[in-house]
């Protein structure tokens, strides 16, 4: 053997064996189980290059080129092999980086409702799902091509192919489970639910309402509906893995309803639920822990919100407590105007406290809206007011009209004529009158304007015609006092003649007196020489007698006041007065 020769065929079989090392060692475990036939009969080629030739045989050339061409045959269904193998692995790895839940958080945007978060969510994730089930649908027809080019057939259940089968259905279980841990964990995130000091924290995801409802503090959604709205998308990520049917034992070839004894319904779509990969990804530890963390996590957030709620219920007694009987009772008591006003003010102050209050809080994944709560409160508020202020109103209107007909008396009577003795002593008497109750009077209608500011002040409804005659009050008041005043000195001259002739009158009256006097002690009833039947008869007489001249004293005595004139006392009248008592 030439020494050249020998050293090309050294080349030869050393670049020959190392294609082949190529092209065996690209190979996985998988591949190599699927291609065993194909290993086998490279093995069966290269076998006599082992066991036949040697340095001197003929036929090393052509062992060589044989051994060649089997081997780029065996690279290129290799290369078919992993070329859809790769395919499969890439719906594999799709299955796996899927997240089925999205949502996209615009902080400029108003939060949504529960319902409508649950179907943006449930929209996201089933379009995802719709996807990756047509890529996993896709799985079994290139495993058929795998089963066509290493086997020349393509029945999708062939034995030699069975482990191949299992392998990439447990692939894909496997990518099932990430897709639904990883879902579950972000779902958890989006929750806000709480963790430790350094955990990552999401804004809200939803709005709820506070209400009063029936006088009762109400949740809108209640709590049993956002729990079961949110399990109900923790459970579809879950319950997705049903779109996923597997494959009959040994093949490529999904399980349908003909396996089914008896037949379900055409119309069923959970007949298959028990061929999906369901219950082996729900019954896995990690996202059967994951799910139950996600779940007391709600339930913990719902409790924290009842809670938040339950705080409202310091404001009950507005809304439970019935607000005519409360007022009637305490109008009984006869309270002062002080009184109301401390009333007024403690229901004005919870108005504008409750203003100042957050109207919404944010707790875990729920934004808390109290807005309708708290004007439901202030309404409440309000009507206690109006209800105080009702009564306050009647108690003060009886003032009022009091206040009102005195001094339109006062008016009505200082405009009264003067041309007698009797009109002036009267209008004089109304002078007097004014004068004597100006502090009184004015302290009086100082009082129920002071009321009335305060019905005002605090909105209660106020009669028009109540509002006006508030307003003159003041004014009507002083513009009686001045006519008073000016009345008082028009009378001075006419007083000057009146006054003359009151104490002629009253020189008159005592001369009367005397005269009386001692006519009843020496003809009167208590005299000797009168019989006692005359003498009961005259008692009569003095009786009436002294009662006319009663009335013409205090009608004198009254003169005399109004005329500034000192008072006559009159003892000759006392004297009878006290004659007729003892004999009595």
Known sequence: ???????????????????????????????????????????????????????????????????????????????????????????????SNTVLIKLDRDKTSELMDIQDLSETLDKYANEQIETLVKKYRSIGPILRKIEERVDGVDTGRNYHLRKYYAFWESKIHKALTKMVFSSLLTFQQLLSIRKGKNGKKFGPLFKVSVRLNHQTIELFPDLEEIKKTLEKVKNNIIQSTKKFIRWMKGTCIECTTDMIDPPPPEDDDTALDPFSFYEQVVNNRKVEKLSFAVYSGINATNNYVDKYKDNWKIFEEYWKLPKETAVDKFAQQDPTWAEYEEKFELYDSVMKDLQAYKKETDI??????????????????????????????????EKLENVDSIMKKLSEDIQTETSSVDQLK?????????????????????????????????GVTIDENEK????????????????????????????????????????????????????????????????????????????????????????????????????????QFFEVEKQMETLW
Not at 428 to 457: A, D, F, P, W
Request: hydrophobic share 35%.
């Open 1 to 95: 053997l030439q020494s050249e020769k020998y050293h090309e065929y050294v080349e030869k079989l050393k670049d020959m064996l190392q294609r082949y090392r190529q092209a065996i060692g690209s190979l996985d475990v998988s591949e190599k189980r699927v291609l065993r036939q194909q290993i086998k009969h490279l093995a069966d080629v290269l076998n006599p290059g082992m066991k036949i030739h040697n340095w001197i045989s003929l036929g090393i050339e052509d062992f060589i080129d044989t051994a060649n061409t089997e081997i780029d045959e065996f690279k290129n269904i290799c290369k078919q092999v992993q070329k859809n193998a790769s395919i499969i692995r890439g719906v594999a790895k799709q299955i």
């Open 364 to 397: 875990d994944f729920v934004r808390v809206n109290c807005t309708e709560l708290i004007e439901a409160i202030q309404n409440e508020a309000r009507k206690w007011i109006t209800v105080l202020g009702e009564s306050l109103n009647n108690k003060v209107r």
């Open 426 to 458: 009267f209008v004089l008497s109304v002078i007097e009158n004014i004068n004597s109750k100006s502090m009184e009077v004015e302290m009086q209608y100082r009082e129920v304007i002071g009321v009335y500011y305060t019905l005002e002040t605090y």
């Open 468 to 571: 006006k005659i508030v307003a003159n009050l003041k004014s009507f008041w002083e513009d009686l006092l001045r006519q008073a005043k000016e009345k008082d000195k028009t009378l001075y001259s006419l007083k000057g003649e009146f006054t003359k002739s009151t104490v002629s009158a009253v020189e008159e009256f005592t001369k009367e007196l005397n005269e009386l006097r001692d006519k009843f002690n020496l003809e009167g009833p208590g005299c000797d020489t009168v019989a006692l039947d005359k003498g009961l008869e005259l008692m009569q007489e003095y009786k009436v007698l002294l009662e006319e001249k009663q009335k013409r004293k205090e009608y004198l005595t009254t003169a005399e006041k109004l005329f500034n004139l000192s008072i006559t006392p009159y003892p």
